[in-house]
C-alpha cells in the first residue's frame, strides 16, 4: 500500500491523507478542513477531520481546544516505558 498526501498550496497545510492498494483502490482517506491557530502559540489545527473507509464514515468536529500546560515532564512520562 502506499500513503498520498495533498496538499493546499496557498495555505501549505495537508486537506487529504489517502492509504491506497497497489490496485489503486483507495483503503481509507481522511480529509482535514478549517484549520486555525490556537491562540497563544505556533500550532494550527484542523477544525473538522472527516474518515473514510470500509463503507465507514467518521467526521470530527472540533470547537474549543484548550492546551493544558500545567502538567510537568516526569508525570506526563510516568507509565510510558
Known amino acids: 500500500s502506499t500513503r498520498r498526501l495533498s496538499l493546499d498550496l ?3 497545510f495537508v486537506d487529504r491523507e489517502e492509504i491506497v ?3 489503486g483502490t483507495v483503503l481509507w482517506s481522511r480529509q482535514m478542513r478549517r ?3 490556537l491562540p497563544g502559540t505556533a500550532v494550527y489545527l484542523p477544525g ?5 473507509g470500509q463503507g465507514r464514515v467518521l467526521e ?3 470547537g474549543r481546544v484548550r ?4 502538567i510537568d ?3 506526563f512520562f510516568s507509565g510510558l516505558r
Do not use: N, P
Not at 473538522?48 to 473514510?52: A, G, K, S, T
Not at 492546551?67 to 500545567?70: E, K, L, N, S
Open 35 to 37: 484549520y486555525r491557530r
Open 60 to 62: 470530527l468536529e472540533y
Open 21 to 23: 492498494a497497489g490496485d
Open 10 to 12: 496557498h495555505r501549505g
Open 67 to 70: 492546551i493544558d500546560r500545567g
Open 73 to 75: 515532564r516526569a508525570a
Open 48 to 52: 473538522l477531520v472527516r474518515i473514510e
